[in-house]
């Protein structure tokens, strides 16, 4: 099996920043695609922003761009979420979701294989 763990989520204020980070881990799995989701109370999950494993592609969600930076470390298979300028609406659940092919290279949830338990971000104003 592999497991994804987030961490670094907490209370922000309006304006600040936080770093998520997610690791890998279990057997070996090839990894084409990671991505990170949220969702907020009483919405549907939505994509945030992902990238390839090889690097060189990014792609974030209109409302995100320019604010967050989705990055990877390949050593240690961890995927990380830079936030800035944080705002109330970034307040959700942050789940981070790795794909093993080719399929996965998209912003629908359903083609990733795996997924973290989520790590909360309320944004206070």
């Known amino acids: 099996q592999v497991q994804l763990v987030e961490s670094g989520g907490g209370l922000a204020q309006a304006g600040g920043s936080l770093r998520l980070s997610c690791a890998a881990s279990?057997?070996?799995?090839?990894?084409?695609?990671m991505g990170w989701f949220r969702q907020a109370p009483g919405k549907e999950r939505e994509f945030v922003a992902r990238?390839?494993?090889?690097?060189?592609?990014?792609s974030y969600v209109d409302s995100v761009a320019g604010r967050f930076i989705i990055s990877r470390d390949t050593d240690t298979n961890t995927l990380y979420l830079q936030m800035t300028s944080l705002i109330p609406e970034d307040t959700a659940i942050y789940y981070c979701?790795?794909?093993?092919?080719?399929?996965?290279?998209?912003?629908?949830?359903?083609?990733?294989?795996?997924w973290g338990q989520g790590t909360q971000v309320p944004v206070s104003s």
């Open positions: 979701a790795l794909g093993a092919s080719y399929h996965s290279d998209s912003r629908n949830p359903q083609t990733y294989n795996y």
């Open positions: 279990g057997r070996a799995v090839s990894i084409y695609a």
């Open positions: 990238m390839r494993w090889s690097g060189g592609f990014r």
